[in-house]
């Protein structure tokens, strides 16, 4: 499915941790989806929602790398991209990542993206991971099933 069509009737986008790997540090497969994509975004003018555990996961590998600039590039993405908006981990959203991880025995990150992604009123989900494919809350939508535009 062509990147433009997928997203179409998107208003609200949760997007989960690896694709803003791919997209910050160019991933060779990725990144050009991940430009595409946020490309679309903006012409379209589509709010992105990422749970605030997105920022620990991307954080991880350069805070041990002491890779000082990749840090700074992932906060200033994170934290002051005008369209992405970092959801805190609040009891409401922890609970319903319980009954998510309880339903479809998710791991704790994935639940927490996805409840994230629910609570901000997303109607899909961006990621890479395909055992997310059972989740039946929002539409997710895969990296590797997207084709960018010609």
Not at 61 to 75: F, T
Not at 81 to 96: Q, S
């Amino acid at each position: 499915m062509k990147i433009s069509d997928a997203l179409k009737d998107v208003r609200r986008l949760g997007i989960e941790t690896a694709p803003y790997i791919y997209y910050v540090e160019n991933h060779p497969v990725y990144a050009d989806k991940m430009d595409v994509i946020f490309q679309t975004v903006e012409l379209n003018g589509i709010e992105i929602h990422t749970s605030a555990i997105t920022l620990t996961e991307v954080l991880i590998k350069p805070i041990q790398a002491h890779d000082y600039p990749l840090i700074a590039s992932y906060r200033e993405m994170l934290m002051a991209t005008d369209y992405i908006h970092l959801n805190t981990v609040t009891v409401e959203l922890a609970e319903h990542a319980a009954h998510l991880r309880a339903r479809y025995n998710l791991r704790t990150p994935d639940a927490l993206h996805i409840a994230s992604a629910v609570l901000a009123g997303c109607s899909a989900l961006l990621t890479n991971d395909l055992g997310l494919k059972r989740v039946q809350e929002l539409r997710m939508l895969f990296l590797d099933e997207l084709e960018a535009n010609p």
